[in-house]
C-alpha cells in the first residue's frame, strides 16, 4: 500500500515539476542519463507496436547552432503569420500593458524563439517512419516518455517543433543530419542542465475541460480558490 502511495507521489511529482527548460548551464548531460532519457522514449507505447521512431543525438556545437537558426527562422515566420492573421493579438488580449504587449510580439516574431535549443549540450532528434500511420501520435506518446525521465533526472528539457513545421526547414535538417528519404524529422528535444526554472504556465482547469456522458455538462465543480 505505501509502496503504491509512494509510487504514485513519484509519478504526480514528476509530472507536475515538468516544466519547458530553455536556459542551460554549460555542465553535460551525463551517458548514463541520456540512455534512460533514450530507453524511456524506446519503451513508449505505439500502434499496432510499430515503434517508428528514431532518434539522433546531437552534441557537436556546429550542428547545434545550425539546427538553432533553423528553428528560430521557423518560430519567427510562424509567429509573424500568428501576427499577421491576427491570432496573436487574440491571445495577447488580456495583456494590458501595451508596451508589455509590444515587448512581446517583437519576441515573439524575432526568428530568435526557439534558437535556444543549440545552447542545449544535447538535441535528441525525433525522427520516424513516414510509412507508419499513426507516426504523430507514436512519436509524441516517446516524446513524453521522454520529457518526463529527464524530469525525474533533475535535468531539463524543451520539445521544439519549429524547425519542423515548415517541409523547407525539414528538408534542411535532412539534408544536415543526412536523415534518409521515408523517414520524417518530427520534433528536436533540447536536453540539459536547468539554469533556470520557471513558473508553471497556466492550464485550464478540469471542469472546464471535462464533461459528464455527453458534451457540455461539467463532470466537476469549480474549485474553491487555494484548494
Ligand atoms: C507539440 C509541441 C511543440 C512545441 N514546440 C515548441 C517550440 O518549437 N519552441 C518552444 O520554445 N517550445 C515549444 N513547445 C513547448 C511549449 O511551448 C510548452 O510546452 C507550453 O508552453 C507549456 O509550458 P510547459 O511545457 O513549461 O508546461 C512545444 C510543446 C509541444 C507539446
Same mark, same amino acid.
Given at each position: 500500500?505505501?509502496?503504491?502511495?509512494?509510487?504514485?507521489?513519484?509519478?504526480?511529482?514528476?509530472?507536475?515539476?515538468?516544466?519547458?527548460?530553455?536556459?542551460?548551464? =554549460? #555542465?553535460?548531460?551525463? %551517458?548514463?542519463? !541520456?540512455?534512460?532519457?533514450?530507453?524511456?522514449?524506446?519503451?513508449?507505447?505505439?500502434? %499496432?507496436?510499430?515503434?517508428? +521512431? /528514431?532518434?539522433?543525438?546531437?552534441?557537436?556545437?556546429?550542428? /547545434?547552432?545550425?539546427?538553432?537558426?533553423?528553428?528560430?527562422?521557423?518560430?519567427?515566420?510562424?509567429?509573424?503569420?500568428?501576427?499577421?492573421?491576427?491570432?496573436?493579438?487574440?491571445?495577447?488580449?488580456?495583456?494590458?500593458?501595451?508596451?508589455?504587449?509590444?515587448?512581446?510580439?517583437?519576441?515573439?516574431?524575432?526568428?530568435?524563439?526557439?534558437?535556444?535549443?543549440? =545552447?542545449?549540450?544535447?538535441?535528441?532528434?525525433?525522427?520516424?517512419?513516414?510509412?507508419? +500511420?499513426?507516426?504523430?501520435?507514436?512519436?509524441?506518446?516517446?516524446? %513524453?516518455?521522454?520529457?518526463?525521465?529527464?524530469?525525474? !533526472?533533475?535535468?531539463?528539457?524543451? +520539445?521544439?517543433?519549429?524547425?519542423?513545421?515548415?517541409? /523547407?526547414? =525539414?528538408?534542411? !535538417?535532412?539534408?544536415?543530419?543526412?536523415?534518409?528519404?521515408?523517414?520524417?524529422?518530427?520534433?528536436?528535444?533540447?536536453?540539459?542542465?536547468?539554469?533556470?526554472?520557471?513558473?508553471?504556465?497556466?492550464?485550464?482547469?478540469?471542469?472546464?475541460?471535462?464533461? /459528464?456522458?455527453?458534451?457540455?455538462?461539467?463532470?466537476?465543480?469549480?474549485? #474553491? #480558490?487555494?484548494?
Amino acid at each position: 500500500m505505501s509502496e503504491q502511495y509512494d509510487l504514485v507521489q513519484a509519478v504526480r511529482k514528476v509530472v507536475e515539476d515538468r516544466r519547458s527548460i530553455r536556459q542551460y548551464t =554549460e #555542465e553535460p548531460v551525463s %551517458e548514463e542519463a !541520456l540512455e534512460m532519457i533514450l530507453e524511456a522514449g524506446r519503451l513508449a507505447p505505439s500502434g %499496432e507496436n510499430a515503434q517508428p +521512431w /528514431r532518434f539522433i543525438v546531437v552534441k557537436d556545437p556546429e550542428t /547545434r547552432k545550425k539546427m538553432g537558426a533553423i528553428a528560430g527562422g521557423g518560430s519567427g515566420r510562424r509567429f509573424t503569420a500568428e501576427f499577421v492573421t491576427q491570432k496573436m493579438q487574440e491571445r495577447f488580449a488580456s495583456l494590458e500593458d501595451e508596451a508589455k504587449r509590444k515587448a512581446a510580439f517583437e519576441k515573439l516574431t524575432s526568428g530568435q524563439v526557439s534558437a535556444f535549443l543549440a =545552447e542545449a549540450p544535447v538535441n535528441i532528434v525525433v525522427c520516424g517512419r513516414k510509412d507508419v +500511420w499513426d507516426l504523430p501520435y507514436d512519436t509524441s506518446a516517446a516524446i %513524453e516518455n521522454m520529457l518526463l525521465m529527464v524530469t525525474a !533526472l533533475g535535468l531539463g528539457a524543451c +520539445w521544439v517543433i519549429a524547425p519542423c513545421i515548415d517541409i /523547407r526547414d =525539414e528538408e534542411r !535538417l535532412k539534408d544536415l543530419l543526412g536523415v534518409p528519404e521515408g523517414l520524417k524529422v518530427v520534433s528536436i528535444i533540447a536536453v540539459g542542465h536547468p539554469a533556470r526554472y520557471p513558473r508553471p504556465r497556466p492550464r485550464i482547469p478540469l471542469h472546464e475541460l471535462v464533461y /459528464r456522458e455527453k458534451w457540455g455538462v461539467p463532470y466537476y465543480e469549480p474549485k #474553491e #480558490e487555494g484548494k
